[in-house]
């Protein structure tokens, strides 16, 4: 048999050697074009990884291994001298060493929401802030960080407040909030923790965290204590989740799961908050919660406040969540008065 | 060279269309995905670390900043801070739920020194709330209760470190880090001259509602405006409430105006719902005048009326006879009234 023709073979193909060529010519230009322009136009860094992909899930847990598991650690602490109060109450606990160890670098995440003075209870006070600070130091702790992202303006709020100058005086460092300490994050089945900025840049390096708060009324929430204070970890436009004020505190609750947590009930303001004004609004209420459970030190704030635990819902929902305990005689409390 | 047409067949030519499609989805997508930013995204970039305030950084430009007066004896420790709608819950947080339902405009707050009370601190806050009304309704939904009145405006009390008032639209908070002596004195003098700068009143159109809760029984620093869903009621909104210790029991008296009788009507309706589904029960009182709707859950007893276009009524009647003696004295009191 004789071999077609070469014409009549191209026209089988469809395609001529040549035509090929151009035509790969053409394609890898328009590759070569494609891939230049989007590696001019890629920016390593990105705005914000994509939903679920690099954004952080959680902020940490900090809680000391042996008391992850079962009902945390509370004592109860009746005074009025909040450094006598914080000192009995960590030492009932063991003392702050069995919580800080030599060399631990600590967070301690205080209220520093405003910048009023700590007279009008607005704020974590800067005597119960100084009592932590030092006891973390003489547990041996290498360094103490203390931080907030405030309302108002953070330098405002640390100077005002008392908390920096409390800090400074114990040898804390005051970390206020800049846009590099701010990181996206996802919380896992989270609804409105989605790609949000948290203030994750303050954790490097930190292996404890203890959560300082006052007890106060608070308009939306019901009351703003310990998990409420996580809030003061997240950037952006934040008053957005107001409107689901009880849903979000309770995501906070899952993101960070801290050491220690001291709940400052020496003056509780039982209305008008979160702001207050008038120190009418104050009272004093004697206490001073030490405890590994957060939810369980704000089911005793609730109590300081007249509340009942319906009328702040984010607590049960957060021990639905299994954040922690609001029942807190389940935790045998360790009750101290340091009036006697 | 004459260019060689080559055929395309039709299974090319449909497979071609296809990549082609599928190509424009993938820029529709794109397209799409750009355009929806995620939300760190847009946090980061319209603010940096949580939105702190431009107008903190200099002097305020709002009606209420100019309305701070320079007085002796109180040295400005910072430029006047002035706030909207949308960012007043950057100064005062979750509180900023008290005002923006009740018509909040702006808000201008400044810090100062004291100088004869030891260099306190004092920051004074003027909320324009757009209306009288409005302005009560966040001055009374704050009253610390068992502070004196003060003389200052029609709506005035002092407690040992503050001075809280309205004046026409406007609420206004001074507040000190401390209760010292001489104090008073001081915040009254600054409130002075914060007044002497507002504008002049308006004539009222009509009776203040608030000034008709009748007298006897009421204590009267409870007399509040709910600027919204009063009594847990949803959209029950803008009522007046009194607290009442009668001989025959404790009771809460309620009073709304509207525009029409007919939206009196509507409103009143719209709790009678509200408390059926919650349960309530009600209650046959003949004695009653006929447009008096009883009804009690759990030995509480609300009443509800329509006096033209005035709803009104009583909440929370620890007993019929409480309701019925309070109903009977606010009809009396709206008898006549527009």
Known sequence: LKPPPKEEKQKADGLSRRDFLKRLGYASAVALAAGGAGLALYDPKGPAPSEGEKALTGLGDYRLKELAIGPGKMAIVRGSNRAAMVKQGIKALGGMESFIRKGDRVLIKVNAAFATPASLGATTHPEALAAVASQCFQAGAAQVLVTDNPINNPDSCFGITGLAEAARGRGAQIVAPRAALFEPLSLPGGKLLRNWPVMAGVFPGVNKVIVVSPVKDHQRAGASMTLKNFYGFLGGRRNVFHQDINGIITELSQMLKPTLCVLDGTVSMMTNGPTGGSLSDLKDTGTMVISTDPVAADAIGVELLGRTLAEVPYILMAEKAGVGQADYHRLSPIMIDTRS | ?338
């Open chain 2, 1 to 338: 060279m004459a260019r060689r047409k080559v055929r395309v067949g039709a299974a090319q030519r449909l497979t071609g269309y296809g990549i082609l499609s599928l190509l424009g989805l993938i820029i529709i997508g794109l397209l799409v995905q750009q355009a929806r930013f995620n939300p760190a995204v847009n946090a980061v970039l319209r603010a940096p670390l949580k939105g702190r305030l431009a107008a903190a950084a200099g002097p305020a430009n709002s009606a209420t900043a100019v309305l701070l007066p320079q007085v002796a004896g109180f040295t400005p420790l910072a430029p006047v801070e002035s706030f909207g709608p949308d960012n007043l819950s950057d100064k005062i947080d979750g509180k900023a739920e008290l005002y923006l339902p009740a018509g909040f405009k702006e808000m201008s707050c400044r810090k100062f020194a004291l100088e004869s009370a030891g260099k306190a601190y004092v920051e004074v806050f003027i909320y324009e709330m757009g209306s009288a009304q409005n302005a009560f309704a966040v001055f009374s939904g704050q009253r610390r209760p068992g502070s004196p009145g003060s003389p200052l405006t029609a709506n005035a009390y002092s407690t040992a470190n503050a001075l809280f008032f309205t004046q026409g639209r406007f609420y206004v908070e001074i507040v000190a880090d401390r209760a010292a002596e001489g104090l008073q004195n001081s915040l009254e003098s600054y409130a002075k001259a914060l007044l002497a700068k507002f504008p002049t009143k308006v004539a009222k159109k009509e009776t203040d509602l608030k000034t008709l809760f009748p007298k006897e029984g009421l204590a009267p620093d409870t007399v509040r405006l709910c600027a919204a869903d009063t009594f847990g009621c949803e959209g029950l909104n803008n009522f007046f409430t009194g607290e009442y210790s009668l001989k025959s029991g404790k009771a809460t008296g309620f009073m709304a105006r509207r525009d029409t009788p007919e939206q009196a009507q509507a409103e009143a309706q719209r709790y009678l719902d509200f408390l059926a589904a919650n349960g309530y029960q009600k209650v046959q009182t003949p004695a009653a005048p006929a447009n008096f709707s009883v009804l009690v859950l759990d030995n509480s007893y609300e009443l509800v009326f329509v006096q033209g276009r005035t709803v009104a009524g009583v909440h929370d009647a620890t007993s019929p006879e409480a309701a019925l003696e309070l109903a009977g004295k606010l009809r009396s009191e709206l008898k006549g009234k527009p």
